[in-house]
């Protein structure tokens, strides 16, 4: 068992991606603003690092992502309206993601993949240990992966990478992981030990069907293996490329296998069953929203579909 690793306070969310599979609409509007109900999805993500206890957030940006940093900060002409009005429950709604976090933003100036826009987190970083939460990725608070990630890596060390089991005809759209779990593990609760990683493989490839998802607990030394990093799949700069070579070093990198309630928000299918499986499950809306959903699945406008 290692010395306890120090305590992680700073999160990356990469948020400069073009988001291509929402045109037209992200043609001026970030994906990550998308609304999952009531709330632009990267408010999910930001609430969800804070609940983690990462209130130090630096979001990697691109162009037309102003949006981000306007909902996140102050707006007092909207807030003194609602003031005036005594409508105290949508000005809270207002100023809750304003006192969220400390957040910060640099912008990611080439769109050279994930790895890169990790790396222009490092001036930021420094040489701490950090999160990353992408975007398009959401988990249920009720299934706290980042607390268990953070378990794995007080024990192990290193860094942590969150996987998901996912169909073998699918995982060749992931970055994939082949672990080991050994009896030292069993032992300390949780977590297995990654042995490879690839990203996208080519279709009957795979080494396993646990795929990466958007959570990372990392080691600063990742940065100095991310300018060492050649372009990968894609032409970009990939993390997954990155976190193999650590592996190849002989560094530690664990996995925690994550079976929760995880909603991908880039995927226009996925998009939908999250808002409306959020949506049935919030008090005030859920009630009305289920009767319609009943009625409509029952109704003559779905003959045909």
């Known amino acids: 068992m290692n010395s306890t690793p120090s305590r992680i306070t700073k999160a990356v969310i990469p948020a400069a991606g073009l988001g291509t599979r929402f045109l037209p609409l992200t043609k001026a509007t970030p994906k990550e603003m998308l609304p999952v109900v009531d709330k632009p999805a990267i408010q999910y993500v930001v609430e969800e690092a804070v609940a983690a206890g990462l209130s130090d957030i630096l979001m990697v940006t691109g162009r037309n992502k102003r949006a981000l940093e306007d909902h996140f900060d102050r707006n007092y002409e909207l807030e003194e309206a609602l003031q005036r009005r005594g409508d105290q429950v949508k000005l809270d709604s207002v100023c809750a993601s304003t006192e969220l976090a400390d957040i910060h933003y640099v912008r990611q100036r080439d769109p050279k993949g994930l790895g890169h826009a990790v790396l222009c987190a490092a001036p930021h970083v420094g040489q701490e240990p950090f999160a990353v939460l992408l975007a398009d990725d959401l988990i249920d608070p009720r299934d706290p992966l980042l607390a268990r990630m953070t378990e794995v890596r007080a024990r192990y060390g290193?860094?942590?990478?969150?996987?998901?089991?996912?169909?073998?005809?699918?995982?060749?759209?992931?970055?994939?992981?082949?672990v080991e779990q050994s009896a030292q593990y069993a032992a300390g609760g949780g977590g297995v030990r990654i042995t490879d990683l690839v990203e996208k493989p080519e279709p009957g490839t795979a080494p396993s069907s646990l795929a990466i998802i958007g959570r990372?607990?990392?080691?600063?030394?990742?940065?100095?293996?991310?300018?060492?990093?050649?372009?990968?799949?894609?032409?970009?700069?990939?993390?997954?490329?990155?976190?193999?070579?650590?592996?190849?070093?002989?560094?530690?990198?664990?996995?925690?296998?994550?079976?929760?309630?995880?909603?991908?928000?880039?995927?226009r299918a996925e998009y939908l069953r999250a808002t409306v499986r959020l949506a049935c499950e919030r008090d005030d809306l859920g009630p009305e929203f289920l009767a319609w959903l009943r009625e409509f699945m029952g109704s003559q406008e779905l003959v045909g579909v």
């Open 216 to 267: 990372y607990l990392l080691d600063p030394e990742i940065f100095d293996v991310l300018r060492a990093t050649t372009p990968g799949r894609g032409g970009e700069i990939q993390l997954t490329d990155a976190l193999r070579a650590l592996v190849q070093a002989g560094r530690p990198v664990h996995g925690v296998v994550f079976s929760g309630r995880r909603y991908d928000t880039g995927d």
């Open 158 to 178: 290193g860094s942590v990478v969150a996987l998901m089991e996912v169909d073998p005809d699918s995982i060749h759209l992931y970055g994939c992981a082949a």
